[in-house]
């Protein structure tokens, strides 16, 4: 089982990223996946929910209205799009995947998100 985050790195305050995840070694239609970012210092907060087929998104007070989670079963991916980063969006950012029944769920390595002008 693997899930690989991507699309990191600096970005400057206003402006936007988009995070992937791309997940192997399990059934992905079968698994909500969830994206999480960990800042310096602080607990590891969810960031954005979205269902297995895709219908039902959730997302932190932190970034609603500039957040959008979106996947491709097809594809085994999901995608984190952000805009108006601010520098409080500063974190690793990591992709998780849980059962929609069952227990036990995988996470990524993580992919750091440097907000800095």
């Known amino acids: 089982v693997q899930l690989v985050e991507s699309g990191g790195g600096l970005v400057q305050p206003g402006g936007s990223l988009s995070l992937s995840c791309a997940a192997s070694?399990?059934?992905?239609?079968?698994?909500?996946m969830k994206w999480f970012r960990q800042a310096p210092g602080k607990e590891r907060e969810l960031v954005a929910r979205?269902?297995?087929?895709?219908?039902?998104?959730n997302y932190a007070d932190s970034v609603k209205g500039r957040c959008s989670i979106s996947r491709d079963n097809g594809k085994s991916m999901v995608y984190l799009q952000i805009t108006g980063l601010k520098s409080e969006d500063t974190a690793v950012y990591y992709c998780?995947?849980?059962?929609?029944?069952?227990?036990?769920?995988?996470w990524g390595q993580g992919t750091q998100v440097t907000v800095s002008s």
């Open positions: 998780n995947a849980v059962p929609f029944l069952g227990t036990g769920d995988y």
């Open positions: 070694g399990f059934t992905f239609s079968n698994y909500v």
């Open positions: 979205i269902s297995t087929a895709g219908y039902s998104t």
